[in-house]
């Protein structure tokens, strides 16, 4: 039985195991010649942090900027981190060629919002980290755990690189 990647969702956190991820996320993207599409997932806050905002901000339209911004800085940072890891991988670079990497930053519960996302957009696989960094914890972390539960497609976990 074969199967066809077409898209391969890269979920990254915006820490040091991004540049393993995308690797590997270039990697299978030139292997099968699928579309590439980079997913950042900012959790929510909680409802007493937004409750506390909304007692101590009370413009909304100040405080609407405010939540706006969190996302703003996200998506800053996510396109930093995407710059500096094709400048590291100048190889990738050129082998990926003027392929389009298309990028999106969404707030929610992160295992929830990568699944969501993968089956609204199509995608055939899920890369992700398994974000955990000792030989001692469990092989996925919380959200890696969330997104292997409810994905309808195969996820590749990227281990933490040993130290």
């Known amino acids: 039985m074969s199967h066809d990647i077409r898209r391969i969702l890269c979920c990254v956190g915006l820490r040091g195991d991004c540049d393993l991820v995308l690797t590997q996320a270039v990697g299978l993207a030139l292997a099968t010649g699928a579309e590439l599409h980079i997913l950042h997932a900012v959790k929510s806050l909680s409802d007493d942090v937004v409750n506390t905002l909304k007692v101590n901000i009370r413009d909304r339209e100040m405080l609407e900027t405010l939540m706006a911004q969190r996302l703003d800085q996200a998506r800053e940072e996510l396109d930093q981190r995407i710059d500096i890891f094709w400048r590291r991988h100048p190889e990738l670079h050129d082998a990926y060629g003027d392929k389009e990497v298309t990028r999106s930053v969404l707030e929610g519960y992160p295992a929830s919002v990568i699944t969501h ?8 696989l899920i890369v992700m980290a398994a974000n955990k960094r000792s030989f001692v ?3 996925a972390g919380k959200v890696t755990k969330g997104v292997i539960k409810r994905a309808k497609v195969p996820v590749v976990v990227v281990p933490a690189k040993a130290s």
């Open 137 to 139: 914890a469990a092989y």
């Open 117 to 124: 996302f993968a089956s609204r957009s199509g995608s055939d």
